[in-house]
């Protein structure tokens, strides 16, 4: 008998576990969010009692071990949660996906016994976190960062500002890229765990957005910020390992919001055009619209399996670093497209506020600047690639 391999089922086909999680997130979603999602943007302001919910839900664990409190799932089921928020509010994914594959995922990576279990109870349950390596001269180039870190008698002693922080309003714990010595360059660069309550750690301004206007993004200054030794996260010197590790992973998450926004869209387009009339019949009635929402569903699907093809990847242990570039270089630029073709479908209903597919535009464009701009992913494809 020739040996007859099992069939990979495909990308999409979910066990009963992600399925059930899937559908109660999407539940939670439109019940809890929808409602909230256009005064949250007009006020550009999160409603808090909706995070309280993302921790009672238990969407703020996902990956995090039962033993700590979290699920013990996967980033494939972190993705199924970002997907589902971000097809109701881009701005409610980015709260649990920061939380998950860049906090979570960096403190269950890189932190000790005695850290993680000090820290994801409460992270599990109430503590939200925030991920600060950007600041007003270092973006792209995230490792010419100037927060220095100096010794002090009682751990370090943190002097910076940080530029860009998503969930920094509300934010307890920020993990915060510093350099303990410039001399060795970005082998200089460690991560600290810093509380809110840390003397010295103050929030700064708050941007006004083009989108994701709920999402709050803030400015951090660190002055003599004082840090005990016990909340260095990993080796001293390794911080740009941490920060390159945990983006990379970060990035699945960025693309699952961009599918979910995506998906949104579409489905907003199809049940509009599909009402409106014109030329005595709906709109979705003429071919020229047939073919444009037709190849939005295959710019949809076509992301959707290049975010659960890294993801299933990251999950099976395999490389994935040039996928994770690929879903969310693709995924941003197929949110902006089917968002604008949105707008376009929905003509002058489009363009204004009552509607809902304007904030989707906007809220599309960061897919292609935060975690490493649409620039920078194409230099790392073209890294592995060509070498
Ligand atoms: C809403 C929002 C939320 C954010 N959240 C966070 C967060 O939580 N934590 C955090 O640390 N940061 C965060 N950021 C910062 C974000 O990651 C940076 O804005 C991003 O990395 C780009 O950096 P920059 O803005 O300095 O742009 P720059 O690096 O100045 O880039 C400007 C342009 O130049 C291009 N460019 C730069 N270098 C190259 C190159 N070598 N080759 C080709 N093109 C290049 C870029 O692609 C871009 O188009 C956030 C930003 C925003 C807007």
Not at 107 to 113: F, I, K
Not at 143 to 165: C, H, P, Q, V, Y
């Amino acid at each position: 008998m020739p040996d007859i391999a099992v069939p990979t089922p495909a990308l999409t086909v979910l066990s009963d576990e992600e399925t059930m999680f899937r559908d109660a997130v999407r539940e939670f979603a439109e019940t809890d969010v929808r409602p909230h999602v256009y005064d949250m943007d007009q006020a550009a302001q999160f409603r808090p009692d909706l995070i309280a919910k993302f921790f009672e839900l238990g969407l703020m664990g996902i990956e995090v071990p039962e033993e700590y409190g979290g699920s013990g799932g996967t980033i494939f089921m972190a993705v199924l949660a970002i997907e589902e928020l971000a097809r109701v509010d881009a701005s409610a994914a980015i709260y649990v996906d920061v939380h998950n594959t860049l906090v979570n995922n960096a403190v269950g990576r890189w932190s000790s016994e005695e850290q993680k279990a000090r820290l994801f109870p409460r992270l599990t349950t109430e503590m939200l976190g925030a991920f600060a390596l950007s600041e007003p001269a270092s973006g792209s180039d995230a490792f010419a960062l100037e927060t220095r870190a100096n010794r002090a008698s009682d751990g370090w002693s943190l002097t910076g500002r940080k530029f860009w922080i998503t969930n920094g309003a509300e934010a307890e714990l920020f993990i915060v890229f510093a350099n303990t010595d410039f001399s060795k360059g970005y082998k200089g660069i460690t991560a600290f765990l810093v509380e809110r309550s840390f003397p010295g750690f103050s929030i700064g301004k708050k941007e006004n957005k083009l989108g994701i206007r709920a999402s709050s993004t803030v400015e951090l200054i660190l002055e003599d910020c004082r840090v005990p030794d016990d909340n260095v996260l990993g080796p001293v010197g390794q911080g740009y390992k941490i920060a390159i590790e945990t983006l990379n992973e970060g990035r699945i998450g960025i693309g699952a919001q961009m599918i979910g926004l995506a998906a949104g869209a579409l489905e907003h387009t199809i049940k509009y055009t599909k009402e409106r009339k014109q030329f005595g019949k709906p709109i979705a009635e003429f071919q020229a619209v047939q073919h444009q929402i037709a190849r939005a569903a295959v710019d949809v699907e076509a992301a959707r399996l290049t975010v659960y093809n890294a993801a299933r990847l990251r999950d099976a242990g395999k490389p994935f670093l040039t996928e994770a570039a690929i879903c969310k270089i693709f995924s941003s630029e197929v949110a902006e497209r089917v968002s604008s073709l949105a707008v376009n479908l929905f003509g002058g209903n489009g363009f204004v506020k009552e509607y809902p597919v304007e904030k989707l535009f906007r809220d599309a464009k960061i897919g292609q600047i935060y975690e490493g701009t649409s620039n920078l992913q194409l230099q790392t494809i073209a890294k592995q690639i060509i070498g």
